[in-house]
């Protein structure tokens, strides 16, 4: 992936699109195959060497530490660096408005919505390279998840590559600069996220109709 390029990862339920995005991220271990960033190898590098490396993964569920502040959880994405943070702290605000607004509540006193802004803006604070994102819109309202998706185009012209495993499929792909069908854990079909949309049988078959 190319920096503020947009792949989308969509699939019938079952297909292995979480669990390759886990591997990807040295949460689980690769039976065959290998994992290459930047034209390094990092197959054997555990989760948290990888976000070193420049990787950053929002999971689908247990996203957040919701007894802790938004800004807590802010600040926790940034365990790795030595650095001053506050500079990335305000790019998080300024791209999540309302995480600024509720810094000092609670995450797990936050809406759907609000706590998955909370976990992309902590993935956000290691200043990552890639960001993978888990089904970034499960679980929340038709509006939520336009604004979480322009959120998104938003983080990817900043610079950053975005892969994103989605079972919202059509929105998903609008916004996809490359697309990519799983079926039964095999990549059935890739192409730009306009040409998997146009393609008749790819909508019949998983995107209905």
């Known amino acids: ?34 994992v290459r960033f930047d034209g390094e190898e990092i197959t ?26 938004v800004q807590e959880n802010l600040e926790m994405g940034a365990f790795i660096r030595d650095d001053d943070i506050s500079g990335t702290l305000n790019e998080v605000y300024r791209l999540f408005p309302v995480l600024r607004d509720k810094r000092r509540q609670a995450a797990g006193e936050l809406s759907g919505g609000q706590r998955q802004q909370v976990a ?62 799983l079926v039964q854990g095999r990549n059935r079909h890739t192409g730009a996220g306009s040409e998997l949309l146009a393609d008749a049988d790819i909508r019949r078959s998983f995107l209905g109709g």
């Open 44 to 69: 054997a590098l555990a989760p948290q060497a990888r976000a070193r490396k420049g990787m950053g993964f929002v999971p689908q569920t247990d996203n957040v530490f919701r007894s802790m502040t």
């Open 1 to 34: 992936m190319d920096a503020g390029e947009i792949a989308v990862v969509v699939g019938p339920n079952g297909a292995g699109k979480s669990t390759a995005m886990k591997a990807l991220f040295g949460l689980l271990r690769l039976r065959a195959g290998s």
């Open 120 to 181: 992309i803006g902590r993935a956000l604070m290691n200043r990552p390279r890639v960001l993978m994102l888990d089904e970034p819109t499960a679980g929340v309202s038709p509006i939520v998840t336009r604004e979480l998706f322009e959120r998104i185009v938003d983080i990817a012209r900043g610079g950053v590559a975005v892969l994103i495993v989605e079972q919202n499929a059509r929105q998903a792909l609008e916004l996809a600069d490359t697309g990519y069908v």
